[in-house]
């Protein structure tokens, strides 16, 4: 039989001296498994008389207690010297700077339409919206082109494949089509759901997306346009240039704002006009209200008689203007792009550039964020 006192030594030496928690298993595996040396003993008291059993029992059972004990305190201490280590090894420095993340931001399109609604919005207009996808009827026919009429072609419309009905809707060609969405009341033509135009006096912006098959520099096939309409009675082209200028010289944060108004065509408005303001194209860039050149801004007029009847108002007791303006072109004046189809090529690069902050300061032309 093992002397337990030097069993005792030996293990004790052992316990002491195992490197990690794996040798430390595998020792108290040898003494206190199954058949380890511990057990070993502690079987052989079975085989004792019962004067040697009360004298090795408690001997026996204190080399277990002890061996046991030691060996938790080494686990114990295993286990505090690997976590100093992983602590150690895993210091965070928090004087390094966070990695830089990306950030979003404002399209150029989109912060140019929030200025130019906030400015809208002071003088009183609200915002109407309508689809992509429009009826022949709103975009032309209700707009007073007549069938068939090259003023169509003129706008190199994207056509939709005929539906079961035998009509073909277009994408808009342009914002116009919202004025009489806005204004229908009454039209046999129309499914009712359509004709709940609002009661006038109206004054609305709508800005939206329009669509023609176009593409060069000043042109995309997909553009913004902010289309403007004024309903009421006594409505003169006064109003339109007043509206206009001051429209002009608050976008552009300019106090002298020239205006040109020259004679143009469209079907739904008589008079129509193009409106130019002056401008400086000197040095590369174009300044807005100065110098001896003029830049078209956009097109407008008193909405014509026809367009009021289609639409189911009295021209008699109802006149108004009406105008609309490329969102992005008045961006890319403001704010100084070179190439109208960067707007919308998607590139990173371009829009880090080009794009606004979420959280940007208040427009100081009307103090509205
Ligand atoms: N719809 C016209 C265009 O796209 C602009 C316009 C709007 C002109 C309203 C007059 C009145 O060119």
């Known amino acids: 039989m093992t002397d337990i006192t030097t ?20 020792l108290r595996v040898s003494a206190l498994g199954k058949s380890g040396s511990i057990s070993d003993l502690l079987k052989s008291l079975g085989g004792m008389s019962p004067d040697e059993r ?157 669509f023609r098959k176009d593409s060069d520099q000043t042109h995309t096939p997909m553009f913004h346009q902010i289309e403007g309409l004024v309903i009421d009675r006594g409505i003169h082209m006064g109003h339109l240039k ?40 000197s040095g590369g860039e174009v300044k807005i209200g100065q110098g001896d050149d003029w830049l078209e801004i956009l097109g407008c007029g008193m909405v014509h008689p026809n367009v009021l009847r289609n639409c189911g108002l009295d021209p008699d007791v109802w006149q108004g203007f009406a105008f609309g303006a490329g969102v992005d072109r008045l961006g890319v004046l403001k704010y100084g792009m070179p190439d109208l189809r960067d707007m919308f090529a998607s590139d990173v690069r371009w829009l880090e550039h080009y794009g606004f902050s979420a959280f940007a300061a208040p427009n100081p032309a009307t103090g509205l964020s």
Request: charged letters at 25%; hydrophobic letters at 40%.
């Open 7 to 26: 069993l005792e030594a030996e293990l004790s030496a052992a316990v002491d001296a195992a490197p990690d928690a794996q040798a430390l298993e595998a």
């Open 242 to 281: 007043w509206t206009l200028e001051t429209f002009i010289a608050k976008f552009f944060e300019t106090s002298n704002v020239t205006t040109r108004f020259r004679p143009h065509h469209f079907p739904f408005t008589e008079p129509s006009a193009e409106m130019d303001v002056r401008c400086d194209r």
């Open 54 to 210: 009360r004298e090795m029992g408690p001997k026996i059972n204190g080399l277990r207690d002890l061996i046991q004990g030691k060996i938790a305190a080494r686990k114990a201490a295993l286990e505090a010297a690997e976590l100093d280590a992983k602590l150690a090894a895993e210091q965070v420095d928090l004087s390094l700077p966070p990695p830089p993340r990306r950030k979003g931001g404002v399209h150029p399109t989109m912060q140019v339409m929030d200025e130019m609604i906030a400015v809208f919005a002071e003088m009183g207009f609200g915002v109407a919206e309508g689809p992509d996808i429009e009826t022949d009827f709103n975009n032309f026919t209700a707009l007073n082109f007549p069938p068939k009429h090259p003023a169509r072609e003129m706008h190199d419309t994207f056509f939709l494949p005929e539906d079961p009905r035998g009509e073909r809707k277009v994408l808009r060609t342009h914002t116009s089509p919202v004025q009489v969405r806005v204004m229908h009341r009454v039209n046999e033509q129309l499914p009712s759901w359509i004709a709940n135009g609002q009661e006038p006096p109206i004054r609305v912006i709508v800005p939206g997306r329009t």
